[in-house]
């Protein structure tokens, strides 16, 4: 009976994810079209609109999840899907972009040079906060564990402002004509609020289920966070920028990849914390995954330095190292290596 009352609660969960991942990507569909609307109205450049007005907008459900795990007590598994989901749309969403391209997919100067670095010193940046999160304020030393304050947590935000001011140093420099030929402002302004609404509801339903499938299973929480909650939050960037690619717009498309994961290191794991107040760091399994994200983003920036353009074969090589890296975590679940300390 027992057994029965397990599969039950199992399946319920599971249906539960399902269906709110398919809330994540209705939401995310209204927050994004309103986002898009919107930056042609006020007249924001291409690589702007992807890197920042789109970006935040599909980075909203990685963003939810950082809250409400805070909130709740399950902060490893936010971090697990914030750095899952960078390694997913560093590797997958250009790689099914580029092969979904007509033609291989353009990356301009201003997207290797300008984003694609500013993106690894995020990465960096991040690093160093847990680092002095677990030399200031350490909670345990067997496995390294620190703890992250809001005042630590506030040197993210702040280099994601010196982001923000180059990228309006860019808008002003671009004068691109508006748009605004039968746009209803206000009503553009309601869709993107619903989107949020939708997708915040979402979100922690979700991280509820995955949570509770994890304790079933005997899943960590980071590596929960780092498979089940990243891919589902990941979906409307997936969506957004292979619909852009599809029309020729890569600098769009590699705009919203890399100005997505911007905005996840820099500002929804730091309000996160802000909100909450204080939450522990487990540094010992965090740094590999950074490890992973940052070489990633080197398979990512070489692949889109040659010629300027993601060709359909870097695609499929960027496809495979996902796959390796999925593999890995697998392997690391089940016990076969123990690279990740203290999960």
């Not at 007249?43 to 970006?55: D, I, K, N, W, Y």
């Not at 030399?135 to 630590?152: D, F, H």
């Not at 600098?251 to 996160?272: C, E, H, Q, R, W």
Request: net charge negative; hydrophobic share 50%; no cysteine.
């Amino acid at each position: 009976m027992g057994g029965g009352l397990v599969s039950t609660a199992t399946a319920l969960h599971a249906a539960v994810i399902v269906v709110a991942t398919g809330a994540i990507w209705i939401g995310s569909s209204w927050l994004e079209e309103s986002a898009e609307t919107l930056s042609g109205y006020y007249g924001l450049p291409a690589v702007v609109q992807g890197s920042v007005v789109v970006a935040v907008g599909s980075s909203f459900p990685e963003f939810a999840s950082v809250v409400v795990t805070a909130a709740t007590g399950v902060f490893d598994m936010g971090v697990g899907a914030l750095v899952g989901s960078a390694i997913f749309n560093v590797l997958v969403i250009p790689g099914l972009s580029g092969l979904s391209s007509e033609r291989p997919l353009e990356a301009s100067r201003e997207i290797v040079y300008k984003e694609a670095q500013f993106y690894m010193i995020a990465v960096s940046a991040l690093v160093v906060t847990f680092s002095l999160a677990v030399i200031y304020y350490p909670v345990s030393s067997t496995p390294i564990v620190g703890e992250l304050t809001r005042p630590v947590a506030a040197i993210p935000l702040g280099l994601y402002g010196l982001y923000l001011f180059i990228q309006y140093q860019d808008v002003g420099d671009a004068a691109i004509d508006r748009i605004r030929d039968g746009i209803d402002v206000r009503r553009e302004w309601g869709k993107l609020a619903g989107g949020l609404l939708v997708i915040g509801v979402a979100v922690e339903r979700l991280v509820g289920s995955v949570e509770s499938l994890g304790a079933t299973f005997g899943v960590p929480e980071f590596l929960a966070g780092i498979t089940v909650v990243a891919a589902a939050t990941s979906l409307p960037d997936t969506l957004v920028s292979v619909r852009t690619a599809r029309e020729g717009r890569g600098g769009t498309s590699l705009g919203n990849v890399l100005g997505s994961n911007t905005f996840d290191l820099l500002v929804a794991i730091p309000v996160g914390v802000l909100i909450v107040g204080n939450v522990e760091v487990n540094f010992s399994t965090a740094v590999p995954m950074f490890g992973v994200l940052t070489a990633a983003t080197v398979v990512l920036f070489a692949a889109l330095r040659t010629d300027l353009t993601l060709t359909s074969r870097e695609s499929g090589v960027l496809l495979i190292s996902y796959l390796l890296f999925v593999a890995w975590v697998v392997a690391e679940t089940v016990g076969v290596t123990s690279s990740l300390r203290g999960i």
